[in-house]
């Protein structure tokens, strides 16, 4: 177990030896490791190396000057100037709260950033303000819409998060196919099959193999065999406002997050894409009266008859357990990734 | 086959018996009949008796004062004061409209409505100006939560259209379960079995009847036996957008569409919740640029290497090859939809 506050100063102290100032190192570290506070392991820590790698490429900028390109009084575009997008998407999600407190809504679309860690986390930045967060952002294309044989879409997730008075906030944070790459990548780590609708093999048939994508298959949308129109639906509207909206790289076109793949050589845009939104609850009603309703529902359906053994959840109540567990006892980080960070640190100089 | 033309006039003219004023008789019957139109032959006249019965009842008011009741330069709050939802929430996309034009982007929940037409519809409305709309609404419970075996949550659906320059515009609208109740309703009357995935049995069980909702079943979140908890988490924000952030009633509380169920006794709220969305594409970027560019990822998703035997769909392509078709044709109507159609001529001395 690695406590909290040990992987924060490497991480901070990795991200201050590539030149990040000390606040964005402190921010992008933040936004890394609240991943692995909220038991999303295969977006935290284990992904440092991913990016000093793409630094290392030359596709990361250190020192970004991001700033707005386009606004009106509810809205912005936001170029990361190809910052960390572990710094670009905080600040433009506090351009959106800013936004928000003058005009009652703020909405933030981002181009020219790379991976922001996870969607949830910046939602979450408006419930302190009593307001609801929406974060997505697009990803490299893993994902094949309905009937097609290609990956035109990452996985796209859409993140809410939405204040309550004595109760914990209701966070929902999901990729918009049937299983995230993440859990896909744990597969392949411990040789198990796959479920199956998450996956189809290279001509589009069904399948279990976790592999499968290094061959030519995909991901499959949320909705599986039952309804994947669905899930192609809502992952293109996240493609779309994060990065048609702000003239970031869409579709097929998005850069991947690995720097042995080169990014495509006719980009339609710069970088990827985000998109943030924050709604002030005041903005529809007192926000006492909100939260005092939020409550109400929260309660309701968690007190829900539950089938035998199980208890109905609130979104964001795993994440929320594993936060409490992990700041307590720590962090669990696999032998691979340790192994990794402990190169990064002689890299460095920079002890683990 | 029956002429659109002849379905909008009675229609029409049944909404003026009741008491509608002309252009509210007007406004709702083109809301309802775009069903018809897109193909969503559920949503459409089949369901006007429904209207009718509830007004009958006594629980929609013919002539409401439909208003502004909280604001701020990007938000609203509208109660529909009892008014059909096919006339309530075309005002109150209207209002996000004009909110957008002054704010770059509206945004409004409403409480005090009832069952509004098809979410596309609305969300449609912003095409013409250039906007991305967005419209959702909470609906009678049917559907329940991840390991739930009550019904707490509609099939709350959630449409997004977004606008393009050559190509015809992308429209998504999905309810947030497996299946939506239409096509349930579909399965009952042919006496057809429903695929896995799409309903549990009253002790949380998989079950393939159609009927069994009737029987203390109910419906799946959006992502079956792999993931519903996400489509429980998307139904679940509807439902908090639509009716938390209004005053309207959410969760079990929602009042039930057919007039032979009474509304709970307990309500948390005024009738049902919607809401909607406005974003200006010039909030963001220029709109030249913008459609574009959506023409660009539509040609791109639409050419992409496809199944044997299919054609890879941009969302919104199905229903409109429904609407240039039954334009020209006319629309089909069940013979129980006709009898029921020809009851309410009857009664209000109009002729279908």
């Not at 952002?137 to 997730?157: D, F, I, K, Q, W």
Request: charged residues 20%; aromatic residues 8%; negative net charge.
């Amino acid at each position: 177990m690695y406590p909290y506050q040990r992987l924060f100063d490497f991480s901070r102290q990795i991200f201050l030896a590539i030149g990040c100032p000390p606040e964005d190192a402190q921010t992008a570290s933040e936004t890394l490791l609240s991943a692995d506070l909220r038991g999303v392991d295969s977006h935290g820590v284990a992904r440092l190396i991913g990016y000093i790698r793409l630094w290392e490429a030359g596709r990361i900028n250190a020192t970004p000057t991001i700033r707005i390109v386009h606004e009106t009084p509810s809205t912005a575009t936001v170029n990361g100037d190809g910052g960390l997008g572990l710094v670009v998407a905080p600040k433009a999600m506090q351009i959106a709260l800013e936004k928000a407190k003058v005009a009652g809504s703020g909405w933030v679309s981002v181009k020219n950033s790379n991976h922001f860690g996870i969607a949830g986390y910046h939602a979450m930045k408006a419930l302190e303000l009593d307001m609801i967060g929406v974060a997505m952002t697009n990803a490299s294309p893993l994902v094949a819409p309905t009937y097609s044989l290609e990956r035109l879409l990452g996985t796209n997730p859409i993140a809410v998060a939405i204040p309550a008075k004595e109760q914990p906030p209701f966070v929902a944070d999901l990729a918009t196919t049937t299983a995230a790459n993440g859990k896909l990548e744990m597969l392949q780590r411990k040789n198990l099959e796959a479920p199956h609708g998450w996956i189809q093999a290279v001509d589009g048939s069904p399948s279990i193999n976790p592999n499968e994508l290094k061959d030519g298959g995909a991901l499959l949308p949320l909705g599986g065999d039952t309804g994947s129109h669905k899930g192609y639906a809502l992952g293109a509207v996240v493609d779309i406002f994060s990065a048609v909206l702000s003239g970031a790289n869409y579709g097929p076109w998005v850069p991947p997050f690995v720097s042995f793949l080169a990014p495509p050589a006719d980009p339609v845009g710069e970088g990827i894409g985000h998109f943030f939104g924050a709604m002030r609850v005041d903005a529809f009603r007192p926000a006492e009266d909100f939260k005092l309703h939020m409550d109400n529902w929260i309660t309701r359906f968690r007190s829900s008859k539950a089938k035998e053994g199980h208890q109905v959840l609130i979104p964001g109540d795993p994440e929320r357990l594993f936060t409490e567990q992990r700041l307590k006892e720590g962090i669990p980080l696999l032998p691979p990734v340790v192994k990794d960070l402990e190169g990064l640190g002689e890299k460095f100089g920079v002890t683990l």
